[in-house]
């Protein structure tokens, strides 16, 4: 096969990886996570559809909007250059705000009558978004791997607490992960230490966070 032949697979795969990190991006998953947790039976039961569709809001604003939102000021004030946040020192700030706005998430939900299992879940979501801010200082840990990893950790805890085995759900979020991963190397966006560590980073923080 010729070099000409070539391109097109390259550039096919290049763009499917690109659209997985786009749809599994760190800032939807949060989303993901709420209604994962709101499909379990002893939630349906406990919490109308009201209060899900009030509570899913309430994070999409605080947690998506607000952060994409910020980031033209940012550029505007030249604390990033680009969007994508490619650069190791530019994406610290996005991330304390992201972690800021994780932890007033928390408190607000700590403030009404709601099952504990949704109160862990963000109040670990802000320590894995705080612990990639921490870690970024330093070294460009892959944000994505961490989300990743915390997925999965929501998941085994959930199955661990609501004795249930999920195990449909479980192939699906380890094998979402694997691709998430592959993605990233893919683009090389990080190196094969990076997005590893990541995703144990986020798998470990968001495990013990849901636990304590």
Request: hydrophobic share 60%; charged share 10%.
């Amino acid at each position: 096969m010729t070099e000409g032949e070539q391109a097109p697979v390259r550039s096919t795969a290049w763009y499917a990886a690109g659209f997985v990190t786009i749809i599994f991006h760190p800032l939807f998953l949060v989303l993901y996570g709420l209604l994962l947790i709101f499909t379990m039976p002893d939630l349906l039961v406990y919490m109308p559809g009201t209060i899900r569709k009030v509570l899913f809001t309430m994070v999409l604003i605080n947690n998506v909007i607000l952060p994409v939102a910020i980031l033209p000021l940012l550029r505007l004030r030249n604390v990033i250059t680009s969007y994508t946040l490619s650069e190791r020192s530019e994406r610290v700030v996005p991330l304390l705000v992201g972690s800021l706005m994780y932890f007033v998430s928390a408190v607000m939900i700590f403030r009404f009558h709601l099952p504990g299992m949704i109160k862990a879940f963000m109040f670990a979501s802000a320590c894995v978004v705080f612990t990639a801010a921490l870690l970024n200082l330093r070294w460009k840990i892959s944000v994505h791997s961490m989300g990743a990893g915390a997925m999965v950790a929501t998941v085994l805890v959930l199955s661990f607490k609501m004795y249930t085995g999920l195990l449909w759900v479980m192939a699906a979020v380890f094998m979402t992960a694997g691709l998430v991963m592959a993605a990233r190397l893919y683009l090389r966006a990080h190196t094969p230490a990076q997005v590893y560590f990541g995703f144990l980073a986020g798998l470990t923080v968001m495990a013990l966070g849901m636990l304590i």
